[in-house]
């Protein structure tokens, strides 16, 4: 196989990168240790917590600072000469990332994603949560999936083990996913070394993000090159055993230029027999800022992934056939599949330019461009298929495999251009957002089913030695299996205004139009089919300050879903008459500062998904629209410093999410949706002993869920605890050890289907050593 053929290189290459990675930092940190200049600037930031101290500017605010006249820059390179000692240069018109909005260890005070607009989040009429790069830092956590555990109203779904997949308010999504405000949908595992944060905004906003979000979107904030200077490089280790590196360098050029680089390199096993993961990526930014007032920042990223795909286990049927069934009962660390055939490879290249300008009339205009291009394939032998769909048997004897593969190749081109335009009219004040968006997104989508010894689509095994190696020849079956082209160009056009009445209240309402034009191109019979969808989405909210850290919101949002799903990879002539699905989120929320570095926030809500398509009986390919799902539910969350010492982010969510209408002859009205718990609890808590040690507790708390909406296997609740201790030995040094499943729990983390249910972690021990210099 291509995989075992290589491995010698990638060892070779593993090695060498080791052993140099560490030289390097070793030799950067005495280099470091050399320069007090560097000593005193690590030393005073590692000691003391920062405490936030800009806030979004309020109009009144940035109207006088308008109003005074700038000093020249060459006013400005005189006054540098005459100083008493050098000052290290800076942009002019670049902040740091943090100043820009606040974020502070785990508190973040503003956003721009949200309203496009930077605005404080107590002032966001929606339920937001942020999670900080110094929170991805301290709980060691390498995945978005993970990530969101703590966030409230968010569960993992395995993704067949290929690709992030989130079930946000009872909707499953593969594909709202975004980068720094630009759709990033392809199916991939996206990596958190380049991060400054991560931005999960909750209930559908088509207004702002365009069709799909139906519960909610995922937007990755980068690190980017705002002059601030930084060079960090880490190792990690874990007890699988296996290793990872990162390197973030970057500074300030000159005052009109800036430059970063982020790197990561990780090859790594599993607690899952046989389960290997080998990746890299870097991201190299630019910003260039010719005045006061102008900024165009570069980024590209390239992504490779390769590691065995991997579904977890299946369910044992209980005798009578009794529901619901649970997990069959093995070792955490056992492979059901072929892993020499069970393997994923995605290659992923983002380009971004993003100009922005304020015009200091009350315009400004920000346009960003990306191009992305995504190469994925993979390949899966794994429980599924036969009699029992792939489930162990009543005398637990045997079980069936099945096997396919996906080439989804796509590339992107999006052009979004926001102008916001701040007034006094009268009595109230706007921040009026306008603009546009054009996007094209083609690719490919061919599929081909797996026969073992090239005759039969399943084989069975014995589930206490489910590995098997049998000769697996893949084909496109030329009916079910996928193999088409697609093209799909659209347009959208947005207004929004954010009104001030009073210090009391605000306004906002919005509107956004999208013209969706999909084709599709079937390769075998040259068949081209094609679907419009012209999509209106509306956004109202309203924001009610009796106290300065204190609001009240309300919020209405719609969101549309166009017939070709979430991944919009072919059409049918079923789809091609089917309307879009359509969400309707209602929600009240309360969003209080309980000092200024402390958030609280809690919301409910009612989330309607209508126009769910259920197969025609009658008319085969052909579907019903009367499918529909609710989820009601309560969310709250607290964010920041309880002391100066003590910081925590976490929350609770009670999920109520169930089937209203029939959706098929199993997936019945009353039925819970699948991988959605009633309630959730998770927390994070770091204490900061003295300036050297500091450690941290959490705990994500799941009460039971199905694996599926047809509600046939539960999956038994389960209590997680992690613990880190970090050590930071000086202004360069720091190494922290982090735990995941302190207590060495037996639990099922989440699922794909009844039949691929996936074991959690036992215990297992992280270890990363950090030279700042």
């Known amino acids: 196989m291509t995989n075992v053929g290589c491995w010698v290189a990638r060892f070779g290459r593993r090695s060498f990168l080791l052993s140099t990675s560490a030289v390097v930092a070793f030799g950067a940190g005495m280099l470091a240790n050399s320069s007090s200049t560097f000593a005193q600037e690590s030393r005073s930031s590692d000691t003391t917590l920062p405490k936030v101290t800009i806030d979004a500017p309020t109009q009144t605010q940035t109207r006088r600072r308008r109003a005074s006249t700038a000093a020249p820059r060459t006013v400005r390179s005189s006054r540098q000469v005459a100083a008493s000692a050098p000052t290290p240069k800076h942009m002019p018109s670049v902040n740091s990332q943090d100043a820009k909005t606040g974020q502070s260890g785990y508190i973040t005070q503003s956003i721009t994603t949200a309203t496009r607009t930077n605005t404080p989040l107590i002032n966001v009429p929606q339920s937001v949560t942020v999670l900080t790069k110094e929170f991805i830092k301290d709980t060691a956590i390498l995945s978005i999936g993970e990530a969101t555990r703590y966030v409230p109203g968010v569960i993992y779904h395995q993704g067949e083990g290929h690709r992030d997949d989130l079930v946000i308010r009872g909707q499953r999504t593969n594909a709202d996913f975004f980068t720094n405000g630009i759709r990033d949908d392809v199916q991939y595992f996206r990596d958190v070394y380049n991060l400054q944060r991560l931005e999960v905004l909750k ?25 601030t200077s930084v060079r960090e490089f880490t190792v990690w280790g874990n007890s699988y055993p296996g290793a990872r590196m990162t390197a973030d360098i970057g500074q300030a050029i000159n005052e009109n230029w800036a430059a970063r680089f982020n790197a990561m390199y990780e090859n790594t096993s599993s607690y899952r027999d046989f389960v290997h993961l080998d990746r890299w990526a870097v991201n190299p930014t630019v910003t260039f800022a010719p005045n006061d007032t102008t900024t165009v920042k570069l980024s590209y990223e390239h992504l490779h992934d390769n590691r065995t795909v991997d579904r977890g286990v299946p369910s044992q049927i209980r005798p009578g056939n009794a529901f619901p069934r649970f997990p069959y009962d093995t070792s955490s660390s056992t492979f059901f599949g072929n892993p020499l055939l069970s393997y994923a490879i995605a290659d992923v290249d983002i380009g971004m330019a993003i100009i922005e300008h304020d015009f200091e009339n009350g315009f400004a205009v920000r346009n960003a461009t990306q191009a992305a291009n995504y190469n994925k394939f993979y390949q899966n032998v794994f429980p599924g ?22 080439e989804t190749d796509r590339s992107n081109l999006f052009n979004r251009t926001d102008v916001t335009y701040k007034f006094d009219a009268g009595l109230t ?40 190696y049998v000769p697996v020849t893949f084909r496109n079956n030329g009916t079910t299996d996928a193999n088409n082209t697609y093209n799909l160009n659209l347009g959208a056009a947005f207004l929004q205004d954010q009104i001030e009445i009073t210090r009391y209240l605000q306004l906002i309402a ?13 390769r075998r019979t040259g068949v081209v089919l094609g679907r419009v969808d012209d999509l ?27 017939s070709a799903g979430d991944q919009f990879s072919a059409l049918s002539p079923g789809l091609v008459i089917a309307p879009p699905e359509k969400f309707v989120n209602t929600e009240i929320g309360v969003k209080y500062d309980i000092v200024p570095r402390l958030q609280f926030a809690a919301a409910v809500y009612d989330l309607d998904r209508t126009n769910q398509r259920i197969a025609d009986p009658v008319n085969i390919g052909f579907f019903l629209l ?140 992280r270890l990363q050593a950090t030279a700042r210099f």
Do not use: C
């Open 536 to 562: 209106v989405s509306p956004r109202a909210g309203i924001v009610y300050k009796p106290i300065d850290n204190l609001s009240i919101y309300g919020s209405y949002s719609v969101s549309y879903l166009p």
């Open 203 to 227: 209930g559908p906003n088509a207004m702002i993000f365009g069709r799909g979000g139906g519960g909610g979107v995922v937007n990755r904030v980068l690190k980017e090159a705002d002059g």
């Open 626 to 765: 009367n499918g529909q799902t609710k989820t009601r539910g309560f969310e709250a969350s607290l964010a920041g410093y309880i002391t100066d010492a003590w910081q925590v982010t976490g929350g609770y969510s009670y999920t109520d999410a169930r089937i209203a209408n029939n959706l098929s002859a199993t997936i019945v009205a009353g039925n819970r949706v699948g991988l959605v718990p009633y309630n959730t609890f998770s927390v994070w808590n770091k204490y900061q002993f003295d300036p050297m040690w500091a450690g941290g507790i959490g705990v994500i708390h799941y009460s039971n869920f199905f694996a599926s909406s047809d509600n046939t296997v539960r999956l038994p609740e389960f209590t997680r605890v992690d613990a880190a201790v970090i050590l930071t030995l000086n202004p360069t040094w720091r190494a922290q050890l982090n735990i995941e499943n302190l207590f060495d729990q037996k639990y099922f983390s989440t699922a794909d289907g009844n039949n691929n249910l996936m074991p959690g972690s036992p215990r297992v021990f």
């Open 510 to 522: 919005g509107v956004r139009f999208d013209h969706f034009d999909l084709s599709s191109r079937d």
């Open 429 to 468: 004040r706007h921040t009026v957002l306008f603009g546009g968006e054009l996007g094209r997104q083609s690719g490919l989508n061919y599929r081909q089913s797996g026969f073992f010894n090239g005759v039969d689509s399943t084989i069975t095994v014995d589930p206490r030695n489910p590995v098997s």
């Open 385 to 406: 298929g036969g009699a029992n769909a792939g489930a162990v048997n009543l005398a637990g004897t045997s079980s069936n495999l099945s096997s396919y593969n996906n």
